[in-house]
């Protein structure tokens, strides 16, 4: 049996219908309602489960009467199931308004944790894992995708992308223009379904993998990147550290400079000095 008045976060299978738990089968099934990012998507997930269970629709863009209604029902003992169209709800996906509006009013809210796209790829990529980025979709228009690129060039933890077929070929084109084409990158195609498929190299040969290959364009994405090498990325920030100490010169003495700098990017006040010494000497 499952604890009436409860909000359940359950994650579904992103392919294979194996990666559903017994245990996520058991709380669709003794729910009062499943509260699903697309009903006719979740429709057929439990009608291949032979689950019955109520079906209405949630997501981010209902209007709020919605979700208080849902939170209305829990109040009144019933329990209700949050899912999205595949994986873990929240990841990228729809519900977090709910979850939020029900934590504020005293809702217990209970994971049943399952697939996701994001920690699937992660797992297989071959990159260090201890510490990531998760970024979601980059923005679909060229120029906003370009300036968050140009942000994330110089980040030193691993990044992660989920990606489209007809945007994939345009965004690992602008992973190679932003990161460089030697930075190491590992794509994941449909994973877990039938046709999928992964490319672990060089960001230029995995641009050339998708290419050459039309069928390699289909399906959905994970994309994961390497991060910046930490020789880039303590020039990159040194480099920050001397464009703010030009400024703070303005008003301030050299010494004073090169001491707030190196607080702020906690690099070596020595070499930051020395640095700044030399560029004020070419000058």
């Known amino acids: 049996m499952i604890n009436p008045g409860t909000l359940f976060v359950v994650a579904t299978p992103i392919g294979n219908l194996g990666d559903f738990s017994q245990r996520a089968g058991e709380v ?20 291949q489960l032979k689950i019955e269970t109520p079906l209405i629709s949630y997501h981010d863009y209902s209007n709020a009467s919605k979700a208080s209604n849902l939170l209305r029902r829990i109040k009144k003992g019933q329990s209700v199931a949050l899912v999205s169209d595949a994986g873990t709800p929240l990841i990228s996906d729809p519900g977090y308004r709910l979850v939020r509006r029900a934590r504020e009013s005293g809702v217990t809210v209970t994971p049943i944790p399952g697939a996701s796209a994001l920690i699937a790829a992660l797992s297989v990529a071959g990159l260090p894992t201890d510490s990531f980025v998760f970024e979601g979709f980059l923005p679909a228009k060229a120029s906003a995708r370009n300036k968050r690129l140009k942000e994330l060039a110089f980040e030193p933890r691993t990044l992660v992308f989920y990606e489209s077929p007809h945007r994939v070929v345009k965004t690992t084109t602008a992973l190679k223009e932003f990161l460089g084409k030697e ?59 001397l464009d703010l100490i030009e400024i703070l010169r303005k008003d301030l003495s050299l010494n004073r400079a090169v001491s707030i700098a190196s607080n702020i990017f906690n690099a070596r006040k020595n070499k930051l000095y020395q640095l700044a010494l030399n560029g004020e000497a070419e000058e």
């Open 28 to 47: 669709l099934s003794n729910v009062d309602v499943i509260a699903a990012e697309d009903t006719r998507h979740t429709r057929k997930l439990l009608n």
């Open 183 to 241: 930075r190491q990158i590992f794509i994941g195609r449909e994973l877990t379904k039938r046709f999928e498929s992964h490319f672990f190299g060089e960001i230029q040969n995995g641009l050339r993998w998708l290419e050459e290959d039309s069928d390699q364009q289909k399906g959905e994405f994970v994309i994961v990147v390497n991060g910046c090498r930490l020789d880039q990325f303590d020039k990159h920030e040194e480099k920050k550290a």
